[in-house]
């Protein structure tokens, strides 16, 4: 049976994304073990739904990050282009 370090790597990656998630899991503090619970857990309709949630809770913070910052630069804009007349 391979490892969770290889079943956790999907085969629709590119060569840099696998490199990437090899590099990550090689320097992971998890044991094999551990791994291998990680990624029962996630492939479980439990894991499933937690991952849908903490995706859609990373989403929206980042769309309320976006819109703040979009807020500030429509302020900072007048200002930025008064200061280069």
């Known amino acids: 049976m391979e490892g969770a370090r290889t079943a956790a790597r999907p085969d629709h990656l ?20 551990e791994l291998e619970q990680y990624v029962q857990f996630v492939e479980s309709e439990a894991g499933q739904w937690y991952m849908s949630v903490m995706n859609g809770t990373l989403l929206t913070a ?24």
Do not use: F, I, K, Y
Request: hydrophobic residues 45%; glycine residues 2%.
């Open 14 to 33: 590119s060569t840099a994304e696998t490199r990437a998630l090899d590099n990550l899991l090689e320097r992971s503090s998890l044991s094999e073990q």
């Open 62 to 85: 980042v769309d309320v990050a976006a819109e703040a910052t979009a807020a500030e630069l429509v302020t900072a804009m007048p200002q930025l282009v008064g200061d280069l007349r």
